[in-house]
């Protein structure tokens, strides 16, 4: 706890606290760790980000770097992307990635899923118009391949065709010739991952962090 | 359903079978006199030619020429049979479990020989059990052990086996000890139990039984996680329970145990478990690396699966590290590079084989034990008894509630205390405690006769009473089921991004968690390890191309087993198609046009016309990998459409023909019964179905991966040709190249389609077929 009073303005940590949930403790480590990224500065930008060496080998990284910016995440129903952001947003960004308590109603289990899967929609819907359209989903699996030295574009364009279709064939079940389906909606991604389990899979355990294993 | 004369004929069978297996059983005990009267013969013969000469025999027994092996498939036999006869009882097989009901079968046999006077043969001998019967049952869970589920939960599943285990222990053991020192006036048998062999006791009856959990966990679908949890426990406990067994017993006869005996046993544990595993890793990779270099003998695949396992368990087993753990490991590790070498017939086989074992040995055991039982040796001696039994549940129950207060503080996912009481009452004892006892040298052990009447208690407790009842407990409590169901494309594709996406946020956190070593381990593995293990092509292979390859060839068998669809499947049959997910780009009618560039135009547009209405019903029709069904429409309407779409087929036909032969379509009309060509736009895998009017349409898939020379330049070939039509081309009608003779085209296609279908590493159903039929007739 001592480390804690040196820290500055406790107050705000707390509304920090409110807002997305983190204790005390992990809201100092994260602020260590976003100081560290932004060099001291205000404000974290995407170069700070392109900086970490081990993201460099992730074959998604630029969507994950692009989902900090992203403003639908900011839980304040923004639409659009910023340039730069400052500690609250880094910390309502990693909020999405809280394990949900142990006590929790069946609706608030439920709106933490729905949390989670709006933010894996939001990462996957890179034009904002509120649907995965097919390009935007071809786009994902060829990112997802994009490590293999041998992509096949092809093989990623049906694989791509193929999951696209069994989405229709889930949410729409039966469809005339000409019509189109345009592209997965909110809800019909929910109900596709329904049996995913989201809620205990998209964590990350922010329990034990200390200051001396965060290294660049 | 089978009707009543089948069921009584099957009844009659079972108990000839079983009387049939006394006699033989029974003359074990008297072989000697006939053998002995043959050998009289032969020396009188030899001893000279002036006896009188018998007449020769024509017909002649001698049993114990082929006595042990044809015991041994009797018994497996009667074990099979009874599997079979279980199931044609509906309402049985409902409400008792099948080992219940195959330990009742074993009695009803042991009392059957018992009654007829012979010896009982030791069938739970422990050689038998555990280098016979054991094996097979532990590496087929081991090769289908679902890894990821596993190994998220491993820290839990280790705490309940290892501490779970010694707590279960020392507390039954010292718990027993303390009971029966009790009543100092009344001397009992009870009171010449010391410490160690109560302690050796405990270590035997508290390991939960990978058999028994196996046998009942199957037949009540529980949620993934419950299941993974107790069937790991069960698996990994061999280790504590091999340690502890061998150090009490050893120094049982002492009498005492020093600290350093106690650090010995630590560090002899540490061996032993990570020796197993060791072991078992070393021929898991020998294993995959063999399969390496099977192209070309893919018949003997599978036997170098089970060889290589078989020896890591007994390699593990000669130097008393952890055979259980050896095979779990063999398998596991092994699995990921064979299953990428080797032919998917072979991975059929396996899987067949290993199930059928696995089953065998199972029933098996459940049957032996019910002999055994009957046999003995018994010594009952009510205190002991219902003191071990009341102190096991106890034991089981402290243990996993105080554990799992201590595990849930690092678990994510927490576990609920329906989680807590079904990981406690699924705690089965089983035949390997039983083996255990039965392996005690009665010098060193006089009351072994009394262990082991306790053992078995125990274990019939476990399984009649546990066993019969967890189903409808698992039903009151409303325990998370099995999810059903099957694995689709999105699941994988979100797999995969969210462990990407989780590495990566962990990489921003600074974190070195879970997910950060995962990933390094996966690009170690694909780097370096793969290279070695996985021949050819197949060792770049992305992990979701594997996946998805893997599911259309499941679609493709699909396919041909339900008769290419003339029977279909209940399943949801859902209407979406490619066109419907594709944005409008060209008119279908593009092929037809370049087609038909030669003809007049009036011919022109009624072709086209035809050729549309025919191609947009087709595209409407055909689904590509769609979970649910992948079938052509015409089957829907059936017959009578069938018949209908025919005769248009045949006017289409005598239409084109017409033309001079300038359109040669050698696939066959669209909404012919024949002919679903379900492609993929330019996927690398085809399917080519033979063109036979009224049977079951033969589809030999190409697979992707280049097992054979041939195929890799045919598979070329037939992408650059594909490459020229538009993308989402449902139907291949395949356009002569402009301005080429009449016959030539289809010559040129046939020929193609000719070697596509030839070129497969495994014979296909029909090589030999005339491919030169026209489709219609």
Redesign the interface.
Known sequence: MGALQSSPGQHEYGDLAEKTGFSFRQIGV?HT?FK??SHNEETLQRDH?NE?P??A?????AQ?VGAFFDRRNFRENGEGTVQEIGFEEFLVV?SH?R?PS?HMTQEQRESVRREKLRF?FN?HDTDNDGTIT?EEYRH??EE??S????L?K??A???A?????????IS????E?D???EGITFEHFLK??N??E?E???????LR?DTT???? | RASLPERGLLLLMVLVFLEGSVLPLGAASSPDVTHQANSDNHIVKEAGHNFTKKPFPVLSLDYHHIQAPFEISLWVLLASLMKLGFHLIPRLSGIVPESCLLIVVGLLVGGLIKLAGEQVPPVLDSRLFFLCLLPPIILDAGYFLPIRPFMENLGTILMFAVVGTLWNAFFVGGLLYAVCQIQPGNPSILHQLELLPCLLFGSIISAVDPVAVLAVFEEIHINELLHILVFGESLLNDAVTVVLYHLFEEYAGVGSVTVMDVFLGIISFLVVAVGGVLVGAIYGILAAFTSRFTSHTRVIEPLFVFVYSYMAYLSAEMFHLSGIMSLIACGAVMRPYVEANISHKSHTTIKYFLKMWSSVSETLIFIFLGVATVEGPHNWNWTFVTVTVILCLVARVIGVVGLTYVINKFRIVKLTTKDQFIVAYGGLRGAIAFSLGFLLNKDHFPLRDMFLTAIITVIFFTVFVQGMTIKPLVELLAVKKKQEAKRSINEEIHTQFLDHLLTGIEDICGHYGHHHWKDKLNRFNKKYVKKCLIAGERSKEPQLIAFYHKMEMKQAIELVESGGGVKLPSAMPSAVSMQNIQPKKLPPAKPAERALSNLPKGREEEIRKILRSNLQRTRQRLRSYNRHTLLADPYEDGLGDLLIKKQKMIELERKIKDMNNYLTVPAAPPDSPTMCRARLASDPQAYSMKPEPDSVPTIQVDLASPQSPDSVNLMDEFRRAEQQHEEDQGLMMKPPSGESGPKKPGEEDGSREHKLMRCLSDPGPSADEDEDEPFLP
Do not use: W
Request: charged fraction near 15%; proline fraction near 4%; hydrophobic fraction near 55%.
């Open positions: 994260l760790r560290q990224l980000f970490i081990d993201l080998c992730n074959p998604i990284r994950i990693m990635f394990p142990l894996l990462m097919l994902l699996v997802l391949l490590l293999s030295e041998t096949e092809n093989t364009k049906s694989i065709d193929a999951a696209m279709l069994e989405v229709a064939s729409m079940g039966h469809m010739p019509e189109f389906y596709l991952l049996g995913f989201i205990s899979r998209m964590n990350i355990r922010f962090m294993t965060l290294c660049k």
